[in-house]
């Protein structure tokens, strides 16, 4: 047998979890976990072995010759692992097996293939309740909890709780909310002012602050997020930053979190240059928008899978954050500027925010694991968005010109 065929041994716990096993009550699924097949080796390796069984080119293999091959080359798979294999087998209604769902099943890709469920009829194994399991260390308790908050499916919570070694850990939205803090504490001492610190005459006299005067230093449709209007602006924001946030980066990784989020970002900017087009924006409303309404759409459409405890009273608790903090942006944005006739910060950039958020966002959150480019939803979510930044590139070139705006000037 090929040394590269051999299993990885188990690395996330000493023994075999609980949370692996399925559901004693009948229906339930049972997932393979991507460490605990068999490694990654190079397609034309199993385009070789899957041509064995198929000698005539036909692109299938039937579920007994693949049982065959399992038995053949699975000897060293835990028997645990291999029994859920053969039960994928024997759940293909057709009988048979195409090359590709092959190549996923023995390459550890999670394609569609591992999300179907896996009835066990007599193979029904008693098995602890994730949410019940003893013994859990703090670490365990920990990715446990951050399972229930963020996926609604049993198979995905098991999958997530003995597949995450914390590394990397979810560096993106602590290092964004780091710098926040840190330009905050700067231009707080640099001004003498910490509440609202948006009434200094020198406060949009710097370099991040989206100003309509400058639009055409483009860095400033994103560096906006590092400027707050001042310490109850940063606090609401960087609170829900870190609670929604980082356990969606841990689930989902930072690259997709980070797109998220700075997608809601740029679209906030470019709502308020399209929407409210004499006003400055600051603040990283935009992204942390984009993140918890995707989050709140989230658990809406998965309610019933949603296992996280007093849901309906949590979610009232971030609808209330969400509504004070854009209360304030409202309220901030009508009162007397103190440099008229340039107006205080715009609201518009939440809302630019939240259309990513329910869009985008509930795309990513909906496909744990899963390649977004096989989703049709996100493609044309892709689009959209990519003809509105369009739009607005355009809008910010021609329209103040053509509509004959007078924009305020820098304080």
């Given at each position: 047998?090929?040394?590269?065929?051999?299993?990885?041994?188990?690395?996330?716990?000493?023994?075999?979890?609980?949370?692996?096993?399925?559901?004693?009550?009948?229906?339930?699924?049972e997932v393979l976990e991507s460490t605990d097949v068999l490694p990654m080796a190079p397609e034309d390796h199993w385009k070789t072995l899957f041509d064995q069984f198929d000698p005539e080119n036909s692109g299938y293999i039937s579920t007994e010759q693949?049982?065959?091959?399992?038995?053949?080359?699975?000897?060293?798979?835990?028997?645990?692992?291999?029994?859920?294999?053969?039960?994928?087998?024997?759940?293909?209604?057709?009988?048979?097996?195409?090359?590709?769902d092959f190549v996923n099943l023995m390459s550890n890709k999670r394609s569609n293939s591992f999300r179907r469920a896996i009835l066990q009829g007599s193979r029904q194994r008693k098995s602890v309740a994730l949410l019940e399991e003893p013994g859990l260390?703090?670490?365990?308790?920990?990715?446990?909890?951050?399972?229930?908050?963020?996926?609604?499916?049993?198979?995905?919570?098991?999958?997530?709780?003995?597949?995450?070694?914390?590394?990397?850990?979810?560096?993106?939205?602590?290092?964004?909310?780091?710098?926040?803090?840190?330009?905050?504490?700067?231009?707080?001492?640099?001004?003498?002012?910490?509440?609202?610190?948006?009434?200094?005459?020198?406060?949009?006299?710097?370099?991040?602050?989206?100003?309509?005067?400058?639009?055409?230093?483009?860095?400033?449709?994103?560096?906006?997020?590092?400027?707050?209007?001042?310490?109850?602006?940063?606090?609401?924001?960087?609170?829900?930053?870190?609670?929604?946030?980082?356990?969606?980066?841990?689930?989902?990784?930072?690259?997709?979190?980070?797109?998220?989020?700075?997608?809601?970002?740029?679209?906030?900017?470019?709502?308020?240059?399209?929407?409210?087009?004499?006003?400055?924006?600051?603040?990283?409303?935009?992204?942390?928008?984009?993140?918890?309404?995707?989050?709140?759409?989230?658990?809406?459409?998965?309610?019933?899978?949603?296992?996280?405890?007093?849901?309906?009273?949590?979610?009232?608790?971030?609808?209330?954050?969400?509504?004070?903090?854009?209360?304030?942006?409202?309220?901030?944005?009508?009162?007397?500027?103190?440099?008229?006739?340039?107006?205080?910060?715009?609201?518009?950039?939440?809302?630019?925010?939240?259309?990513?958020?329910?869009?985008?966002?509930?795309?990513?959150?909906?496909?744990?694991?899963?390649?977004?480019?096989?989703?049709?939803?996100?493609?044309?979510?892709?689009?959209?968005?990519?003809?509105?930044?369009?739009?607005?590139?355009?809008?910010?070139?021609?329209?103040?010109?053509?509509?004959?705006?007078?924009?305020?000037?820098?304080?």
């Open positions: 047998m090929d040394p590269r065929m051999r299993a990885r041994p188990r690395e996330a716990h000493a023994s075999p979890s609980p949370a692996v096993a399925a559901n004693a009550e009948g229906d339930a699924i693949f049982r065959s091959l399992l038995n053949t080359h699975g000897s060293e798979l835990d028997p645990h692992k291999l029994a859920v294999l053969l039960a994928l087998a024997d759940s293909n209604a057709d009988g048979r097996i195409c090359y590709q260390s703090v670490s365990q308790r920990l990715v446990r909890h951050v399972a229930f908050e963020t996926l609604p499916r049993e198979m995905d919570r098991k999958w997530y709780y003995d597949s995450y070694t914390g590394c990397p850990p979810p560096w993106f939205i602590i290092v964004v909310t780091i710098v926040e803090v840190a330009v905050f504490v700067y231009y707080g001492l640099l001004l003498d002012r910490w509440v609202l610190q948006v009434s200094h005459p020198l406060y949009l006299r710097n370099p991040l602050v989206y100003h309509p005067q400058l639009r055409a230093q483009a860095w400033r449709y994103l560096s906006y997020i590092f400027m707050h209007a001042g310490i109850e602006h940063l606090t609401l924001n960087v609170l829900l930053q870190l609670l929604v946030g980082v356990p969606l980066e841990m689930v989902h990784g930072a690259l997709r979190i980070g797109f998220l989020y700075i997608s809601g970002v740029l679209a906030g900017s470019l709502a308020v240059s399209v929407a409210d087009m004499t006003a400055p924006v600051v603040g990283s409303s935009g992204g942390v928008y984009a993140l918890v309404s995707a989050h709140l759409a989230n658990i809406v459409m998965n309610w019933s899978g949603m296992k996280c405890q007093f849901k309906l009273l949590r979610m009232g608790a971030a609808l209330l954050c969400m509504s004070a903090e854009f209360g304030r942006a409202v309220w901030l944005r009508f009162y007397p500027s103190v440099y008229p006739p340039c107006p205080n910060p715009s609201f518009v950039a939440h809302l630019g925010g939240v259309a990513v958020g329910v869009t985008l966002g509930v795309v990513v959150l909906r496909n744990y694991e899963q390649r977004l480019q096989e989703q049709s939803l996100w493609w044309i979510f892709i689009l959209v968005y990519i003809v509105f930044v369009l739009f607005a590139v355009f809008w910010n070139i021609f329209a103040y010109s053509l509509l004959e705006l007078r924009l305020p000037p820098l304080p």
